[in-house]
């Protein structure tokens, strides 16, 4: 089993580029299990993804999330187009099998947000930014220190026609 998540790019991710901690972004949908190869999860969503156009998230507060409240983030203002995109992956993503993880801030309690990184980087009001495309992330472990790391696995252009996937 193979674990995934969907995210909107706030800083740039490069195909295949690894991260030991995650960049700027916004989820779009966390974590989740499936048995697919990343080309098999693109043209498994495609049907509700093509024809996308870009997305412009605007910071609107700063929040603090996780069970403690200790989570230092800026909420996104509302964003019709971002809550339709939310659900439409989701919903494809449980018909071909996707187990999530975090499945309590899907659906009604999602709530687009970009995390404040502990090297001070951030988002805060009134930072906007038009985004163009998702990015598939894979959990990996490290070869030599057995550390989990993101990768990006593929990417969908809400411009072009095809996804590319590696």
């Not at 969503?45 to 999330?65: C, H, N």
Request: neutral net charge; contains cysteine; aromatic residues 8%.
């Amino acid at each position: 089993m193979r674990k995934y998540m969907f995210v909107l790019p706030v800083e740039r991710m490069e195909m295949d580029q690894v991260f030991d901690s995650f960049p700027l972004h916004c989820t779009l949908v966390p974590w989740f299990y499936l048995h697919h190869t990343p080309t098999q999860i693109l043209y498994g969503i495609m049907p509700v993804t093509g024809g996308m156009k870009p997305l412009t998230l605007t910071s609107e507060a700063e929040a603090l999330f996780g069970p403690h409240k200790d989570i230092s983030v800026h909420v996104l203002e509302p964003n019709p187009a971002l809550i339709v995109l939310h659900t439409v992956v989701c919903d494809r993503l449980r018909t071909i099998g996707a187990s999530f993880l975090g499945a309590e801030y899907m659906g009604a309690n999602y709530r687009p947000h970009v995390t404040t990184r502990t090297d001070g980087r951030s988002f805060p009001p009134p930072s906007q930014l038009v985004v163009n495309e998702i990015c598939l992330l894979e959990q990996i472990t490290a070869p030599e220190t057995k550390q989990k790391q993101k990768k990006v696995v593929a990417k969908i252009s809400f411009v072009e026609k095809m996804p590319s996937a590696s």
